[in-house]
């Protein structure tokens, strides 16, 4: 597939060249614009799918979907729920939704032994040509919270405590765990940078499931690090990123 240049953030575009692209298509949870067609064909295909503004950020917008049985289904949006029957449900998303053009992803089961969500945010920035690896944190959001975002209760933890503590992995696993995290997020921002070729930073957002495979939900141009590593215990991150990015080019 051709590279297309861009210069806005679109989730869309994005998956859309990650999906095709060798060894890093698997990483990607299934993903469409939201239309009734993609919309339904999603939810015959999962239990639980995310809706979320194909230029969003900070998680606005973000709803999930859940099917319940006897055709109803949980709509969330922020600490807003909503219980709606199968009749109604196109109707409710396309109240919701009309305004922006949203993408349709279907969720991944990102939780910490203790039930709450978590994501990684793995920030990356390209130093004399070359793309590296400048931090990646946990994010772990509220028990029963569909984001993990700051701005919504979510709270940034130093990696190895949230592999440590809250998913109970060994020294062995958090080791091979974080080789297989920057792997995969670098082959990833090198593919994104031939779309935005101008940008040296990104951050990808990473969730992983039960049986530790990696997911990218969606990969960030112009990424932020006060909401997120500013917020850790531990500066370190926060100022090596601050550096790098005086050498970023
Ligand atoms: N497919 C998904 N499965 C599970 N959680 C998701 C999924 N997509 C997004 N999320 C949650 O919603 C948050 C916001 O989604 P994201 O794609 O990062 O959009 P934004 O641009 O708003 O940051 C993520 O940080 C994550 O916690
Ligand atoms: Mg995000």
Redesign the pocket.
Known sequence: MAIEKHHVKS?LAVAYQLIHTPRISRHI?DTELLRESSFYRMLSKHDKI?L?PDQ?????G?IRVERLRDDSYKLRQGTEVNYVDGKDLWTSVKGITEDSRYVV????D?VTKGGR?F?LRCHSLRVRGKWKVGGICG?L?EHGS????SHYGGTPVLLRTLFKRHLEYTAKERIKMNRKLERCVLRTVRRVSQMYPNLKEFAV?I?IDRHKKIWI??VNIEPLIRGNFKLLPDQALFRKIKRMREIAR
């Open positions: 989730k949870p995310y979320k969003g950020r900070k998680s606005r973000v992803q279907r969720a991944v990102s969500p994501d994010r959001g569909i984001v993990t975002t957002d969730g939900y969606e």
